[in-house]
């Protein structure tokens, strides 16, 4: 006699029970809130707060100890017939534009290299990674002693090379400070680059590498057909991750030149805290900051759209 599946009664719910904090906690929707709440709250408390305040400020003719008087984008017109504020734009796009194309390709080639097989490697590695990992004040107090007009050890070398005369003023002088600071921070942001595409380039399957060698394919080949295409949105991504850093870098600037001479190397983090801080002008120094925002955007934008394109 053939017998039918059994059904099982599952036992109605009983209306009005009670919810419990463990039968809340199960329920995926609220665990995922929850997990979310902390770094939510953080991003709420210290960046969108900051965020939407300073462009209230950038609306207001605002000083220390005073109310504020709403001015509209009357900053912001200012700012527009101001000529330091254009020297402070080229400035910025200098700076960044050659520190992100030399730490690209330095921090590219010292990826290559670590990625090689040689005794000390592991050593080599750990070396290369203090410029990243040693505080900005500290290394930067450094580098002001390096790039000292009387006690440079670049001077010192230079001199007794026999390639220069008299030392240089390396951070008075106005041509020279803006490569003093690229300089400094190619050097600090160049590990960056190196250890992040390290990790790229050892996913590469080695058999893709033999594949190529077989089909005659040489080193500049293989860099080019091989590795690069396989690295390239890490490439991207590093690049973009770079330049929102070097565009608000402030440590660097303001202990090595505060701006100077002339404000020769006055970038706009720099030349919004002169403003906001150092004079006062809290309106003024709020719509100099904002004024990087729409660069920012443009370039993550470009971007994360050619990131998606690959």
């Keep these: 006699m053939a017998v039918g599946p059994v059904t099982i009664a599952r036992p109605a719910p009983v209306e009005g029970r009670p919810v419990t904090l463990r ?150 002088n106005a041509s020279l400070a803006m490569w003093s600071l690229i300089v400094v921070n190619t050097w600090r942001g160049m590990p960056f680059y190196g250890i992040t595409l390290l990790a790229g380039l050892q996913t590469i399957s080695p058999d893709l590498y033999e594949a190529a060698a077989i089909d005659g394919a040489g080193t500049t080949q293989r860099f080019w057909h091989v590795t690069l295409p396989i690295i390239k949105p890490i490439l991207i991504i590093v690049t973009m991750f770079s330049v929102i850093f070097t565009f608000a870098d402030f440590q660097i600037v303001y202990l090595l030149t505060h701006g100077g001479p002339a404000n020769a190397t006055q970038v706009f983090v720099t030349y919004a805290f002169d403003l906001g801080m150092s004079g006062g002008q809290l309106g003024m120094g709020a719509a100099a900051a904002l004024t990087l925002l729409p660069a920012l955007a443009l370039v993550i934008v470009v971007l994360t759209l050619y990131l998606r394109r690959e």
């Design 23 to 172: 039968g809340l906690l199960e329920r995926e929707g609220v665990f995922s809130w929850l997990m979310l709440a902390p770094g939510v709250l953080f991003l709420l408390a210290f960046v969108a707060y900051p965020f939407f305040y300073g462009i209230y400020l950038s609306l207001l003719e605002r000083r220390v100890a005073t109310p504020g008087i709403f001015v509209g984008l009357a900053n912001f017109r200012t700012l527009a017939h101001d000529a330091v504020f254009w020297q402070v734009t080229g400035n910025t796009f200098k700076y960044v534009a050659l520190t992100t194309v030399f730490k690209l390709t330095g921090g590219l080639g010292m990826a290559l290299v670590m990625n090689q097989h040689f005794r000390g490697k592991n050593l080599v590695r750990a070396a290369l990674l203090l410029p990243f990992i040693v505080p900005t004040a500290l290394s930067t107090v450094a580098w002001m002693w390096i790039l000292d007009p009387t006690f440079s050890i670049v001077n010192w070398l230079l001199v007794h090379g026999g390639v220069i005369t008299s030392g240089y003023s390396w951070l008075g």
